[in-house]
């Protein structure tokens, strides 16, 4: 079956670290990958997305490369900043539907 | 701002009776989805509908039942309603259906059942 296994959080950061959020997937074929943030009181937004294998999404400092090998899309960011506080999804598409995983709560503080 | 609404933002209502919640997709978008976000489950879909016709169903409860108008609003009807179904309900749109199809979340729909 397809599925994601995303990193337990909640996860404190200080400023400046470096952040990692580990996400593995099963998944039949070949399926599209992605990261989305949930800010407190929001709906989920669109942070980056890869859709082959050996591709890397960027956007706002953040990137995550396709890992067939692996079956994994693990989230990075050099350097937090406290706005980056909020809830992380790593979700996979390996037809019309989406499955997520169950989030990472990220907290930076100053 | 995704381009996404949902209506209403808040519901509270009873255990046993029915409410439905309505989505307006971005403009030129075809697609439609409904999520239910609870402290315990995360982040579950429950269906898709494109242009109108039913495309996927997720975890649904026969309980609850959604629609794609011509219009391409969407409304999603939840009936006899359970503590349990307390939780935040989201609706998605997208362009196409497909293997690179990203989709736009609205702000939810946040229903307490007492």
């Known amino acids: 079956g397809n599925s994601v296994t995303q990193m337990e959080g909640p996860v404190t950061l200080s400023e400046e670290a470096f952040l990692t959020i580990n996400c593995t997937y099963t998944?039949?074929?070949?399926?599209?990958l992605f990261w989305y943030v949930q800010y407190p009181g929001e709906g989920l937004q669109l942070l980056l997305k890869?859709?082959?294998?050996?591709d890397k999404g960027s956007n706002k400092g953040f990137e995550a490369t396709y890992r067939k090998e692996t079956t994994s899309f693990h989230l990075e960011k050099g350097s937090v900043q406290v706005s980056d506080s909020a809830v992380y999804f790593c979700?996979?598409?390996?037809?019309?539907?989406?499955?997520f995983g169950t989030g990472t709560s990220l907290t930076v503080i100053p | 701002d995704s381009g996404v609404t949902q209506t209403p933002k808040h519901l509270i209502t009873a255990t046993g009776q029915r409410v439905t919640l309505r989505c307006s997709p971005r403009s030129g978008d075809l697609s439609v989805y409904w999520y239910q976000q609870s402290l315990d489950q995360g982040l579950q879909f429950l269906i898709q509908?494109?242009?109108?016709?039913?495309?996927a169903k997720g975890n649904i409860l026969e309980r609850f039942s959604a629609q794609q108008f011509p219009d391409l609003h969407s409304e999603l009807n939840l009936s006899s309603l359970e503590l349990g179904d307390s939780a935040l309900y989201f609706c998605a749109s997208s362009v196409v259906e497909g293997s690179t199809d990203t989709q736009y979340f609205g702000p939810g729909t946040r229903l307490t059942v007492l």
């Open positions: 890869a859709t082959k294998a050996d």
């Open positions: 979700a996979l598409q390996p037809g019309n539907q989406f499955y």
């Open positions: 998944a039949t074929g070949y399926p599209s």
């Open positions: 509908y494109y242009n109108g016709e039913e495309r």
